[in-house]
């Protein structure tokens, strides 16, 4: 396996098969069109390894050793229906839907290297997939990526939470911090969450001024409504445009008032996950 491409390194599950179809012998399966409800979307994908084994998130775990199996029968790539509105009757899916899934022995791997290059200098990729008249344009978003600043267990605890969930972060103690500067070494694209974990509140106005007035699609801040007003008025007084100051999620979390630092990352975790999510959602 070359290790530039390796699936030990990805940590974005829509990445693997992608990254795992650079390398000569592996086919790509591609889900094309969907009848019916799927627990998947259109352009899942997994890739077939040549001993047979799978790398991606197709299925669970009701298709992958039909897809190997003709995979091995595919001398040309080709699409095939599996479950409803199949000729063959031997092969059901257990949601009762029809997939149509592009099977792809032999993928163009120098497409394949271009896109995963383009997403680990964090830009989106796009590809089209197309056969028998079937079309899908793909697109892939590099990863999510949280830029976290503050203090204290809450610190400790959402960078654990990403760590054991494989997502990226950039941890921020006041140690790497200069009070009423913004954060030399933070960078916010449009994958990237800011999150203030600050008790003392005097050290978040100039880093909420430069992560509102970046591209990161969430900027949330730790602290009630009364910290939330008080942000307000200090970011204004700063000439912090409205218009970013409404980008401010304060409080932070799907769960309100959460009295565990263990809690208050799991709560805002699923916050940026699902806001990240939607904007997959849309591509």
């Given at each position: 396996?070359?290790?530039?491409?390796?699936?030990?390194?990805?940590?974005?599950?829509?990445?693997?098969?992608?990254?795992?179809?650079?390398?000569?012998?592996?086919?790509?399966?591609?889900?094309?069109?969907?009848?019916?409800?799927?627990?998947?979307?259109?352009?899942?994908?997994?890739?077939?390894?040549?001993?047979?084994?799978?790398?991606?998130?197709?299925?669970?775990?009701?298709?992958?050793?039909?897809?190997?199996?003709d995979m091995v029968?595919?001398?040309?790539?080709?699409?095939?229906?599996?479950?409803?509105?199949?000729?063959?009757?031997?092969?059901?899916?257990?949601?009762?839907?029809?997939?149509?899934?592009?099977?792809?022995?032999?993928?163009?791997?120098?497409?394949c290297r271009s896109?995963?290059?383009?997403?680990?200098?964090?830009?989106?990729?796009?590809?089209?997939?197309?056969?028998?008249?079937?079309?899908?344009?793909?697109?892939?978003?590099?990863?999510?990526?949280?830029?976290?600043?503050?203090?204290?267990?809450?610190?400790?605890?959402?960078?654990?939470?990403?760590?054991?969930?494989?997502?990226?972060?950039?941890?921020?103690?006041?140690?790497?911090?200069?009070?009423?500067?913004?954060?030399?070494?933070?960078?916010?694209?449009?994958?990237?969450?800011?999150?203030?974990?600050?008790?003392?509140?005097?050290?978040?106005?100039?880093?909420?001024?430069?992560?509102?007035?970046?591209?990161?699609?969430?900027?949330?801040?730790?602290?009630?409504?009364?910290?939330?007003?008080?942000?307000?008025?200090?970011?204004?007084?700063?000439?912090?445009?409205?218009?970013?100051?409404?980008?401010?999620?304060?409080?932070?979390?799907?769960?309100?008032?959460?009295?565990?630092?263990?809690?208050?990352?799991?709560?805002?975790?699923?916050?940026?996950?699902?806001?990240?999510?939607?904007?997959?959602a849309i591509v």
């Amino acid at each position: 396996m070359l290790a530039e491409y390796s699936t030990d390194v990805v940590r974005d599950e829509d990445h693997l098969a992608l990254v795992a179809a650079c390398q000569a012998g592996v086919g790509l399966c591609t889900i094309v069109g969907i009848e019916g409800s799927f627990s998947r979307p259109l352009g899942a994908q997994l890739a077939i390894m040549p001993d047979g084994s799978t790398v991606g998130d197709l299925a669970d775990s009701c298709l992958e050793s039909q897809l190997a199996t003709d995979m091995v029968k595919s001398a040309e790539r080709r699409v095939m229906r599996y479950g409803r509105g199949s000729s063959r009757i031997d092969f059901r899916l257990p949601c009762g839907g029809g997939l149509d899934i592009l099977l792809d022995p032999a993928p163009d791997r120098a497409v394949c290297r271009s896109a995963i290059g383009a997403l680990r200098m964090r830009r989106p990729a796009r590809l089209t997939f197309e056969e028998g008249g079937h079309l899908l344009n793909r697109t892939y978003l590099p990863s999510l990526k949280l830029a976290v600043l503050g203090e204290g267990p809450e610190l400790e605890a959402i960078s654990s939470l990403c760590s054991a969930m494989q997502i990226e972060v950039e941890v921020f103690s006041r140690e790497d911090l200069s009070l009423g500067q913004a954060a030399e070494n933070a960078r916010y694209d449009p994958w990237t969450a800011c999150l203030l974990l600050f008790h003392d509140h005097e050290w978040e106005v100039a880093l909420l001024e430069q992560a509102l007035a970046s591209k990161a699609f969430y900027v949330g801040a730790q602290g009630g409504e009364t910290a939330r007003s008080n942000r307000s008025l200090a970011l204004a007084a700063r000439g912090v445009p409205e218009e970013q100051i409404a980008r401010l999620t304060s409080p932070v979390g799907l769960m309100p008032a959460c009295k565990s630092p263990r809690t208050l990352a799991l709560s805002t975790l699923s916050q940026i996950v699902d806001r990240y999510e939607q904007m997959r959602a849309i591509v």
